[in-house]
């Protein structure tokens, strides 16, 4: 009888304590296992329901059918989302926060592809970390690296931005500038400037385009353009002077002084060099070729002040060939004949008595 009064008193001791434990925290509950150990079971609740649970306890956990999501309750932040009982929630169907940081590596040479996008945008209150460097940095090691879009891409910056290649940059499209174009001085350049190369870059400088001036003089004598010539001129400037009763006169400045080309018609008109024209016997004679005539001469001199200099040539096609006049006692006046390439034809009606028999040829620029 002893015994079982010992029993029970130990039963009421252990039931008076799990009673107290309980009582601290709702949440666990000691027990005496069948081996006389006190343990310690957790006392939550699952809630299966579109509504949050009232009174829960931590730890406590709810599946929101509405939502399809399970909660765990925390007393101070309430229900907190665990994870979605959807499979297809995850994070390319719903957002997030980034707590921590994270790596995405590509295992095996395995690549990321982002395709039939929207928009993508990329974020950064400091800056983007790339290779261990804090900055913003889209690279390839390898092949082509390509940025396009369907309509229109921008890329800006908050203060400046370079673009570097070893060998070049290419322009491949019509570009328009909407603001300041800076040459290698760091200079926007001033208004009517153009960008000039100094062999190693670009830099504004004056703008060198040549004009020609014309002008009407009333003064009658040939070549004196009288006081007429244009101010503040450069190099290689073209000034025409026409007075009133003669032929134009072109000048071009050398940077130094106004030097006289020539008249305009007066300088298309030359004659040939001298040559030999058979006549010891009368009737038609040999065709003589003038323009390969003037050419033997004109490209091979026999003396010159100036080896380094050659005397200009024009093209068979571009003159025009004459025969001014003859001596009529000795040549055919109406045998004569010049064709298009300057070929000459003749005929003798009596060799000359002595050598002053005379034909004059005369070329003109067409």
């Given at each position: 009888m002893y015994k079982n009064i010992k029993h029970i008193n130990l039963f009421i001791l252990t039931f008076a304590l799990v009673l107290l434990s309980f009582s601290a925290n709702a949440q666990e509950v000691r027990v005496v296992d069948n081996k006389g150990t006190i343990q310690t079971v957790n006392n939550n609740t699952v809630t299966t329901s579109t509504t949050a649970p009232t009174l829960p306890l931590e730890n406590d956990v709810w599946f929101d059918t509405t939502?399809?999501?399970?909660?765990?309750?925390?007393?101070?932040?309430?229900?907190?989302?665990?994870?979605?009982?959807?499979?297809?929630?995850?994070?390319?169907?719903?957002?997030?926060?980034?707590?921590?940081?994270?790596?995405?590596?590509?295992?095996?040479?395995?690549?990321?592809?982002?395709?039939?996008?929207?928009?993508?945008?990329?974020?950064?209150?400091?800056?983007?970390?790339?290779?261990?460097?804090?900055?913003?940095?889209?690279?390839?090691?390898?092949?082509?690296?390509?940025?396009?879009?369907?309509?229109?891409?921008?890329?800006?910056?908050?203060?400046?931005?370079?673009?570097?290649?070893?060998?070049?940059?290419?322009?491949?499209?019509?570009?328009?500038?909407?603001?300041?174009?800076?040459?290698?001085?760091?200079?926007?350049?001033?208004s009517g400037q153009v960008l000039t190369s100094t062999g190693t870059g670009v830099q504004w400088a004056n703008s060198q385009q040549n004009t020609v001036t014309v002008s009407t003089d009333t003064d009658t004598i040939q070549n004196e353009p009288n006081g007429t010539f244009p101010v503040s001129p450069i190099e290689n400037d073209t000034f025409i002077y026409k007075p009133t009763n003669g032929e134009k006169v072109y000048y071009v400045f050398d940077g130094t002084e106004w030097n006289m080309i020539a008249p305009t018609k007066a300088a298309r008109v030359f004659y040939p060099p001298s040559i030999l024209v058979p006549a010891s016997t009368a009737g038609p004679q040999a065709n003589i070729d003038l323009y390969a005539m003037y050419s033997s001469q004109f490209s091979s001199p026999i003396a010159s002040s100036d080896a380094t200099a050659s005397i200009p040539l024009y093209q068979r096609d571009e003159l025009y060939y004459f025969v001014t006049d003859a001596d009529s006692s000795v040549f055919d006046i109406s045998s004569i004949n010049v064709s298009s390439t300057g070929i000459l034809s003749y005929s003798v009606l009596m060799p000359p008595t002595d050598d002053n028999a005379i034909i004059n040829v005369v070329f003109v620029v067409k």
């Open positions: 939502n399809n999501q399970i909660k765990i309750y925390d007393t101070v932040d309430g229900w907190k989302l665990i994870t979605s009982t959807l499979a297809s929630q995850n994070i390319y169907t719903a957002n997030g926060d980034l707590i921590d940081n994270r790596t995405l590596s590509g295992v095996s040479n395995f690549g990321l592809t982002f395709e039939n996008l929207t928009y993508f945008q990329l974020f950064s209150n400091n800056s983007i970390e790339i290779n261990g460097t804090l900055s913003t940095q889209l690279r390839s090691t390898g092949g082509t690296m390509q940025i396009s879009s369907g309509t229109s891409s921008q890329i800006s910056a908050g203060t400046t931005m370079e673009l570097s290649a070893p060998s070049n940059i290419m322009l491949q499209s019509p570009t328009e500038f909407n603001n300041t174009l800076l040459d290698i001085n760091n200079s926007a350049g001033t």
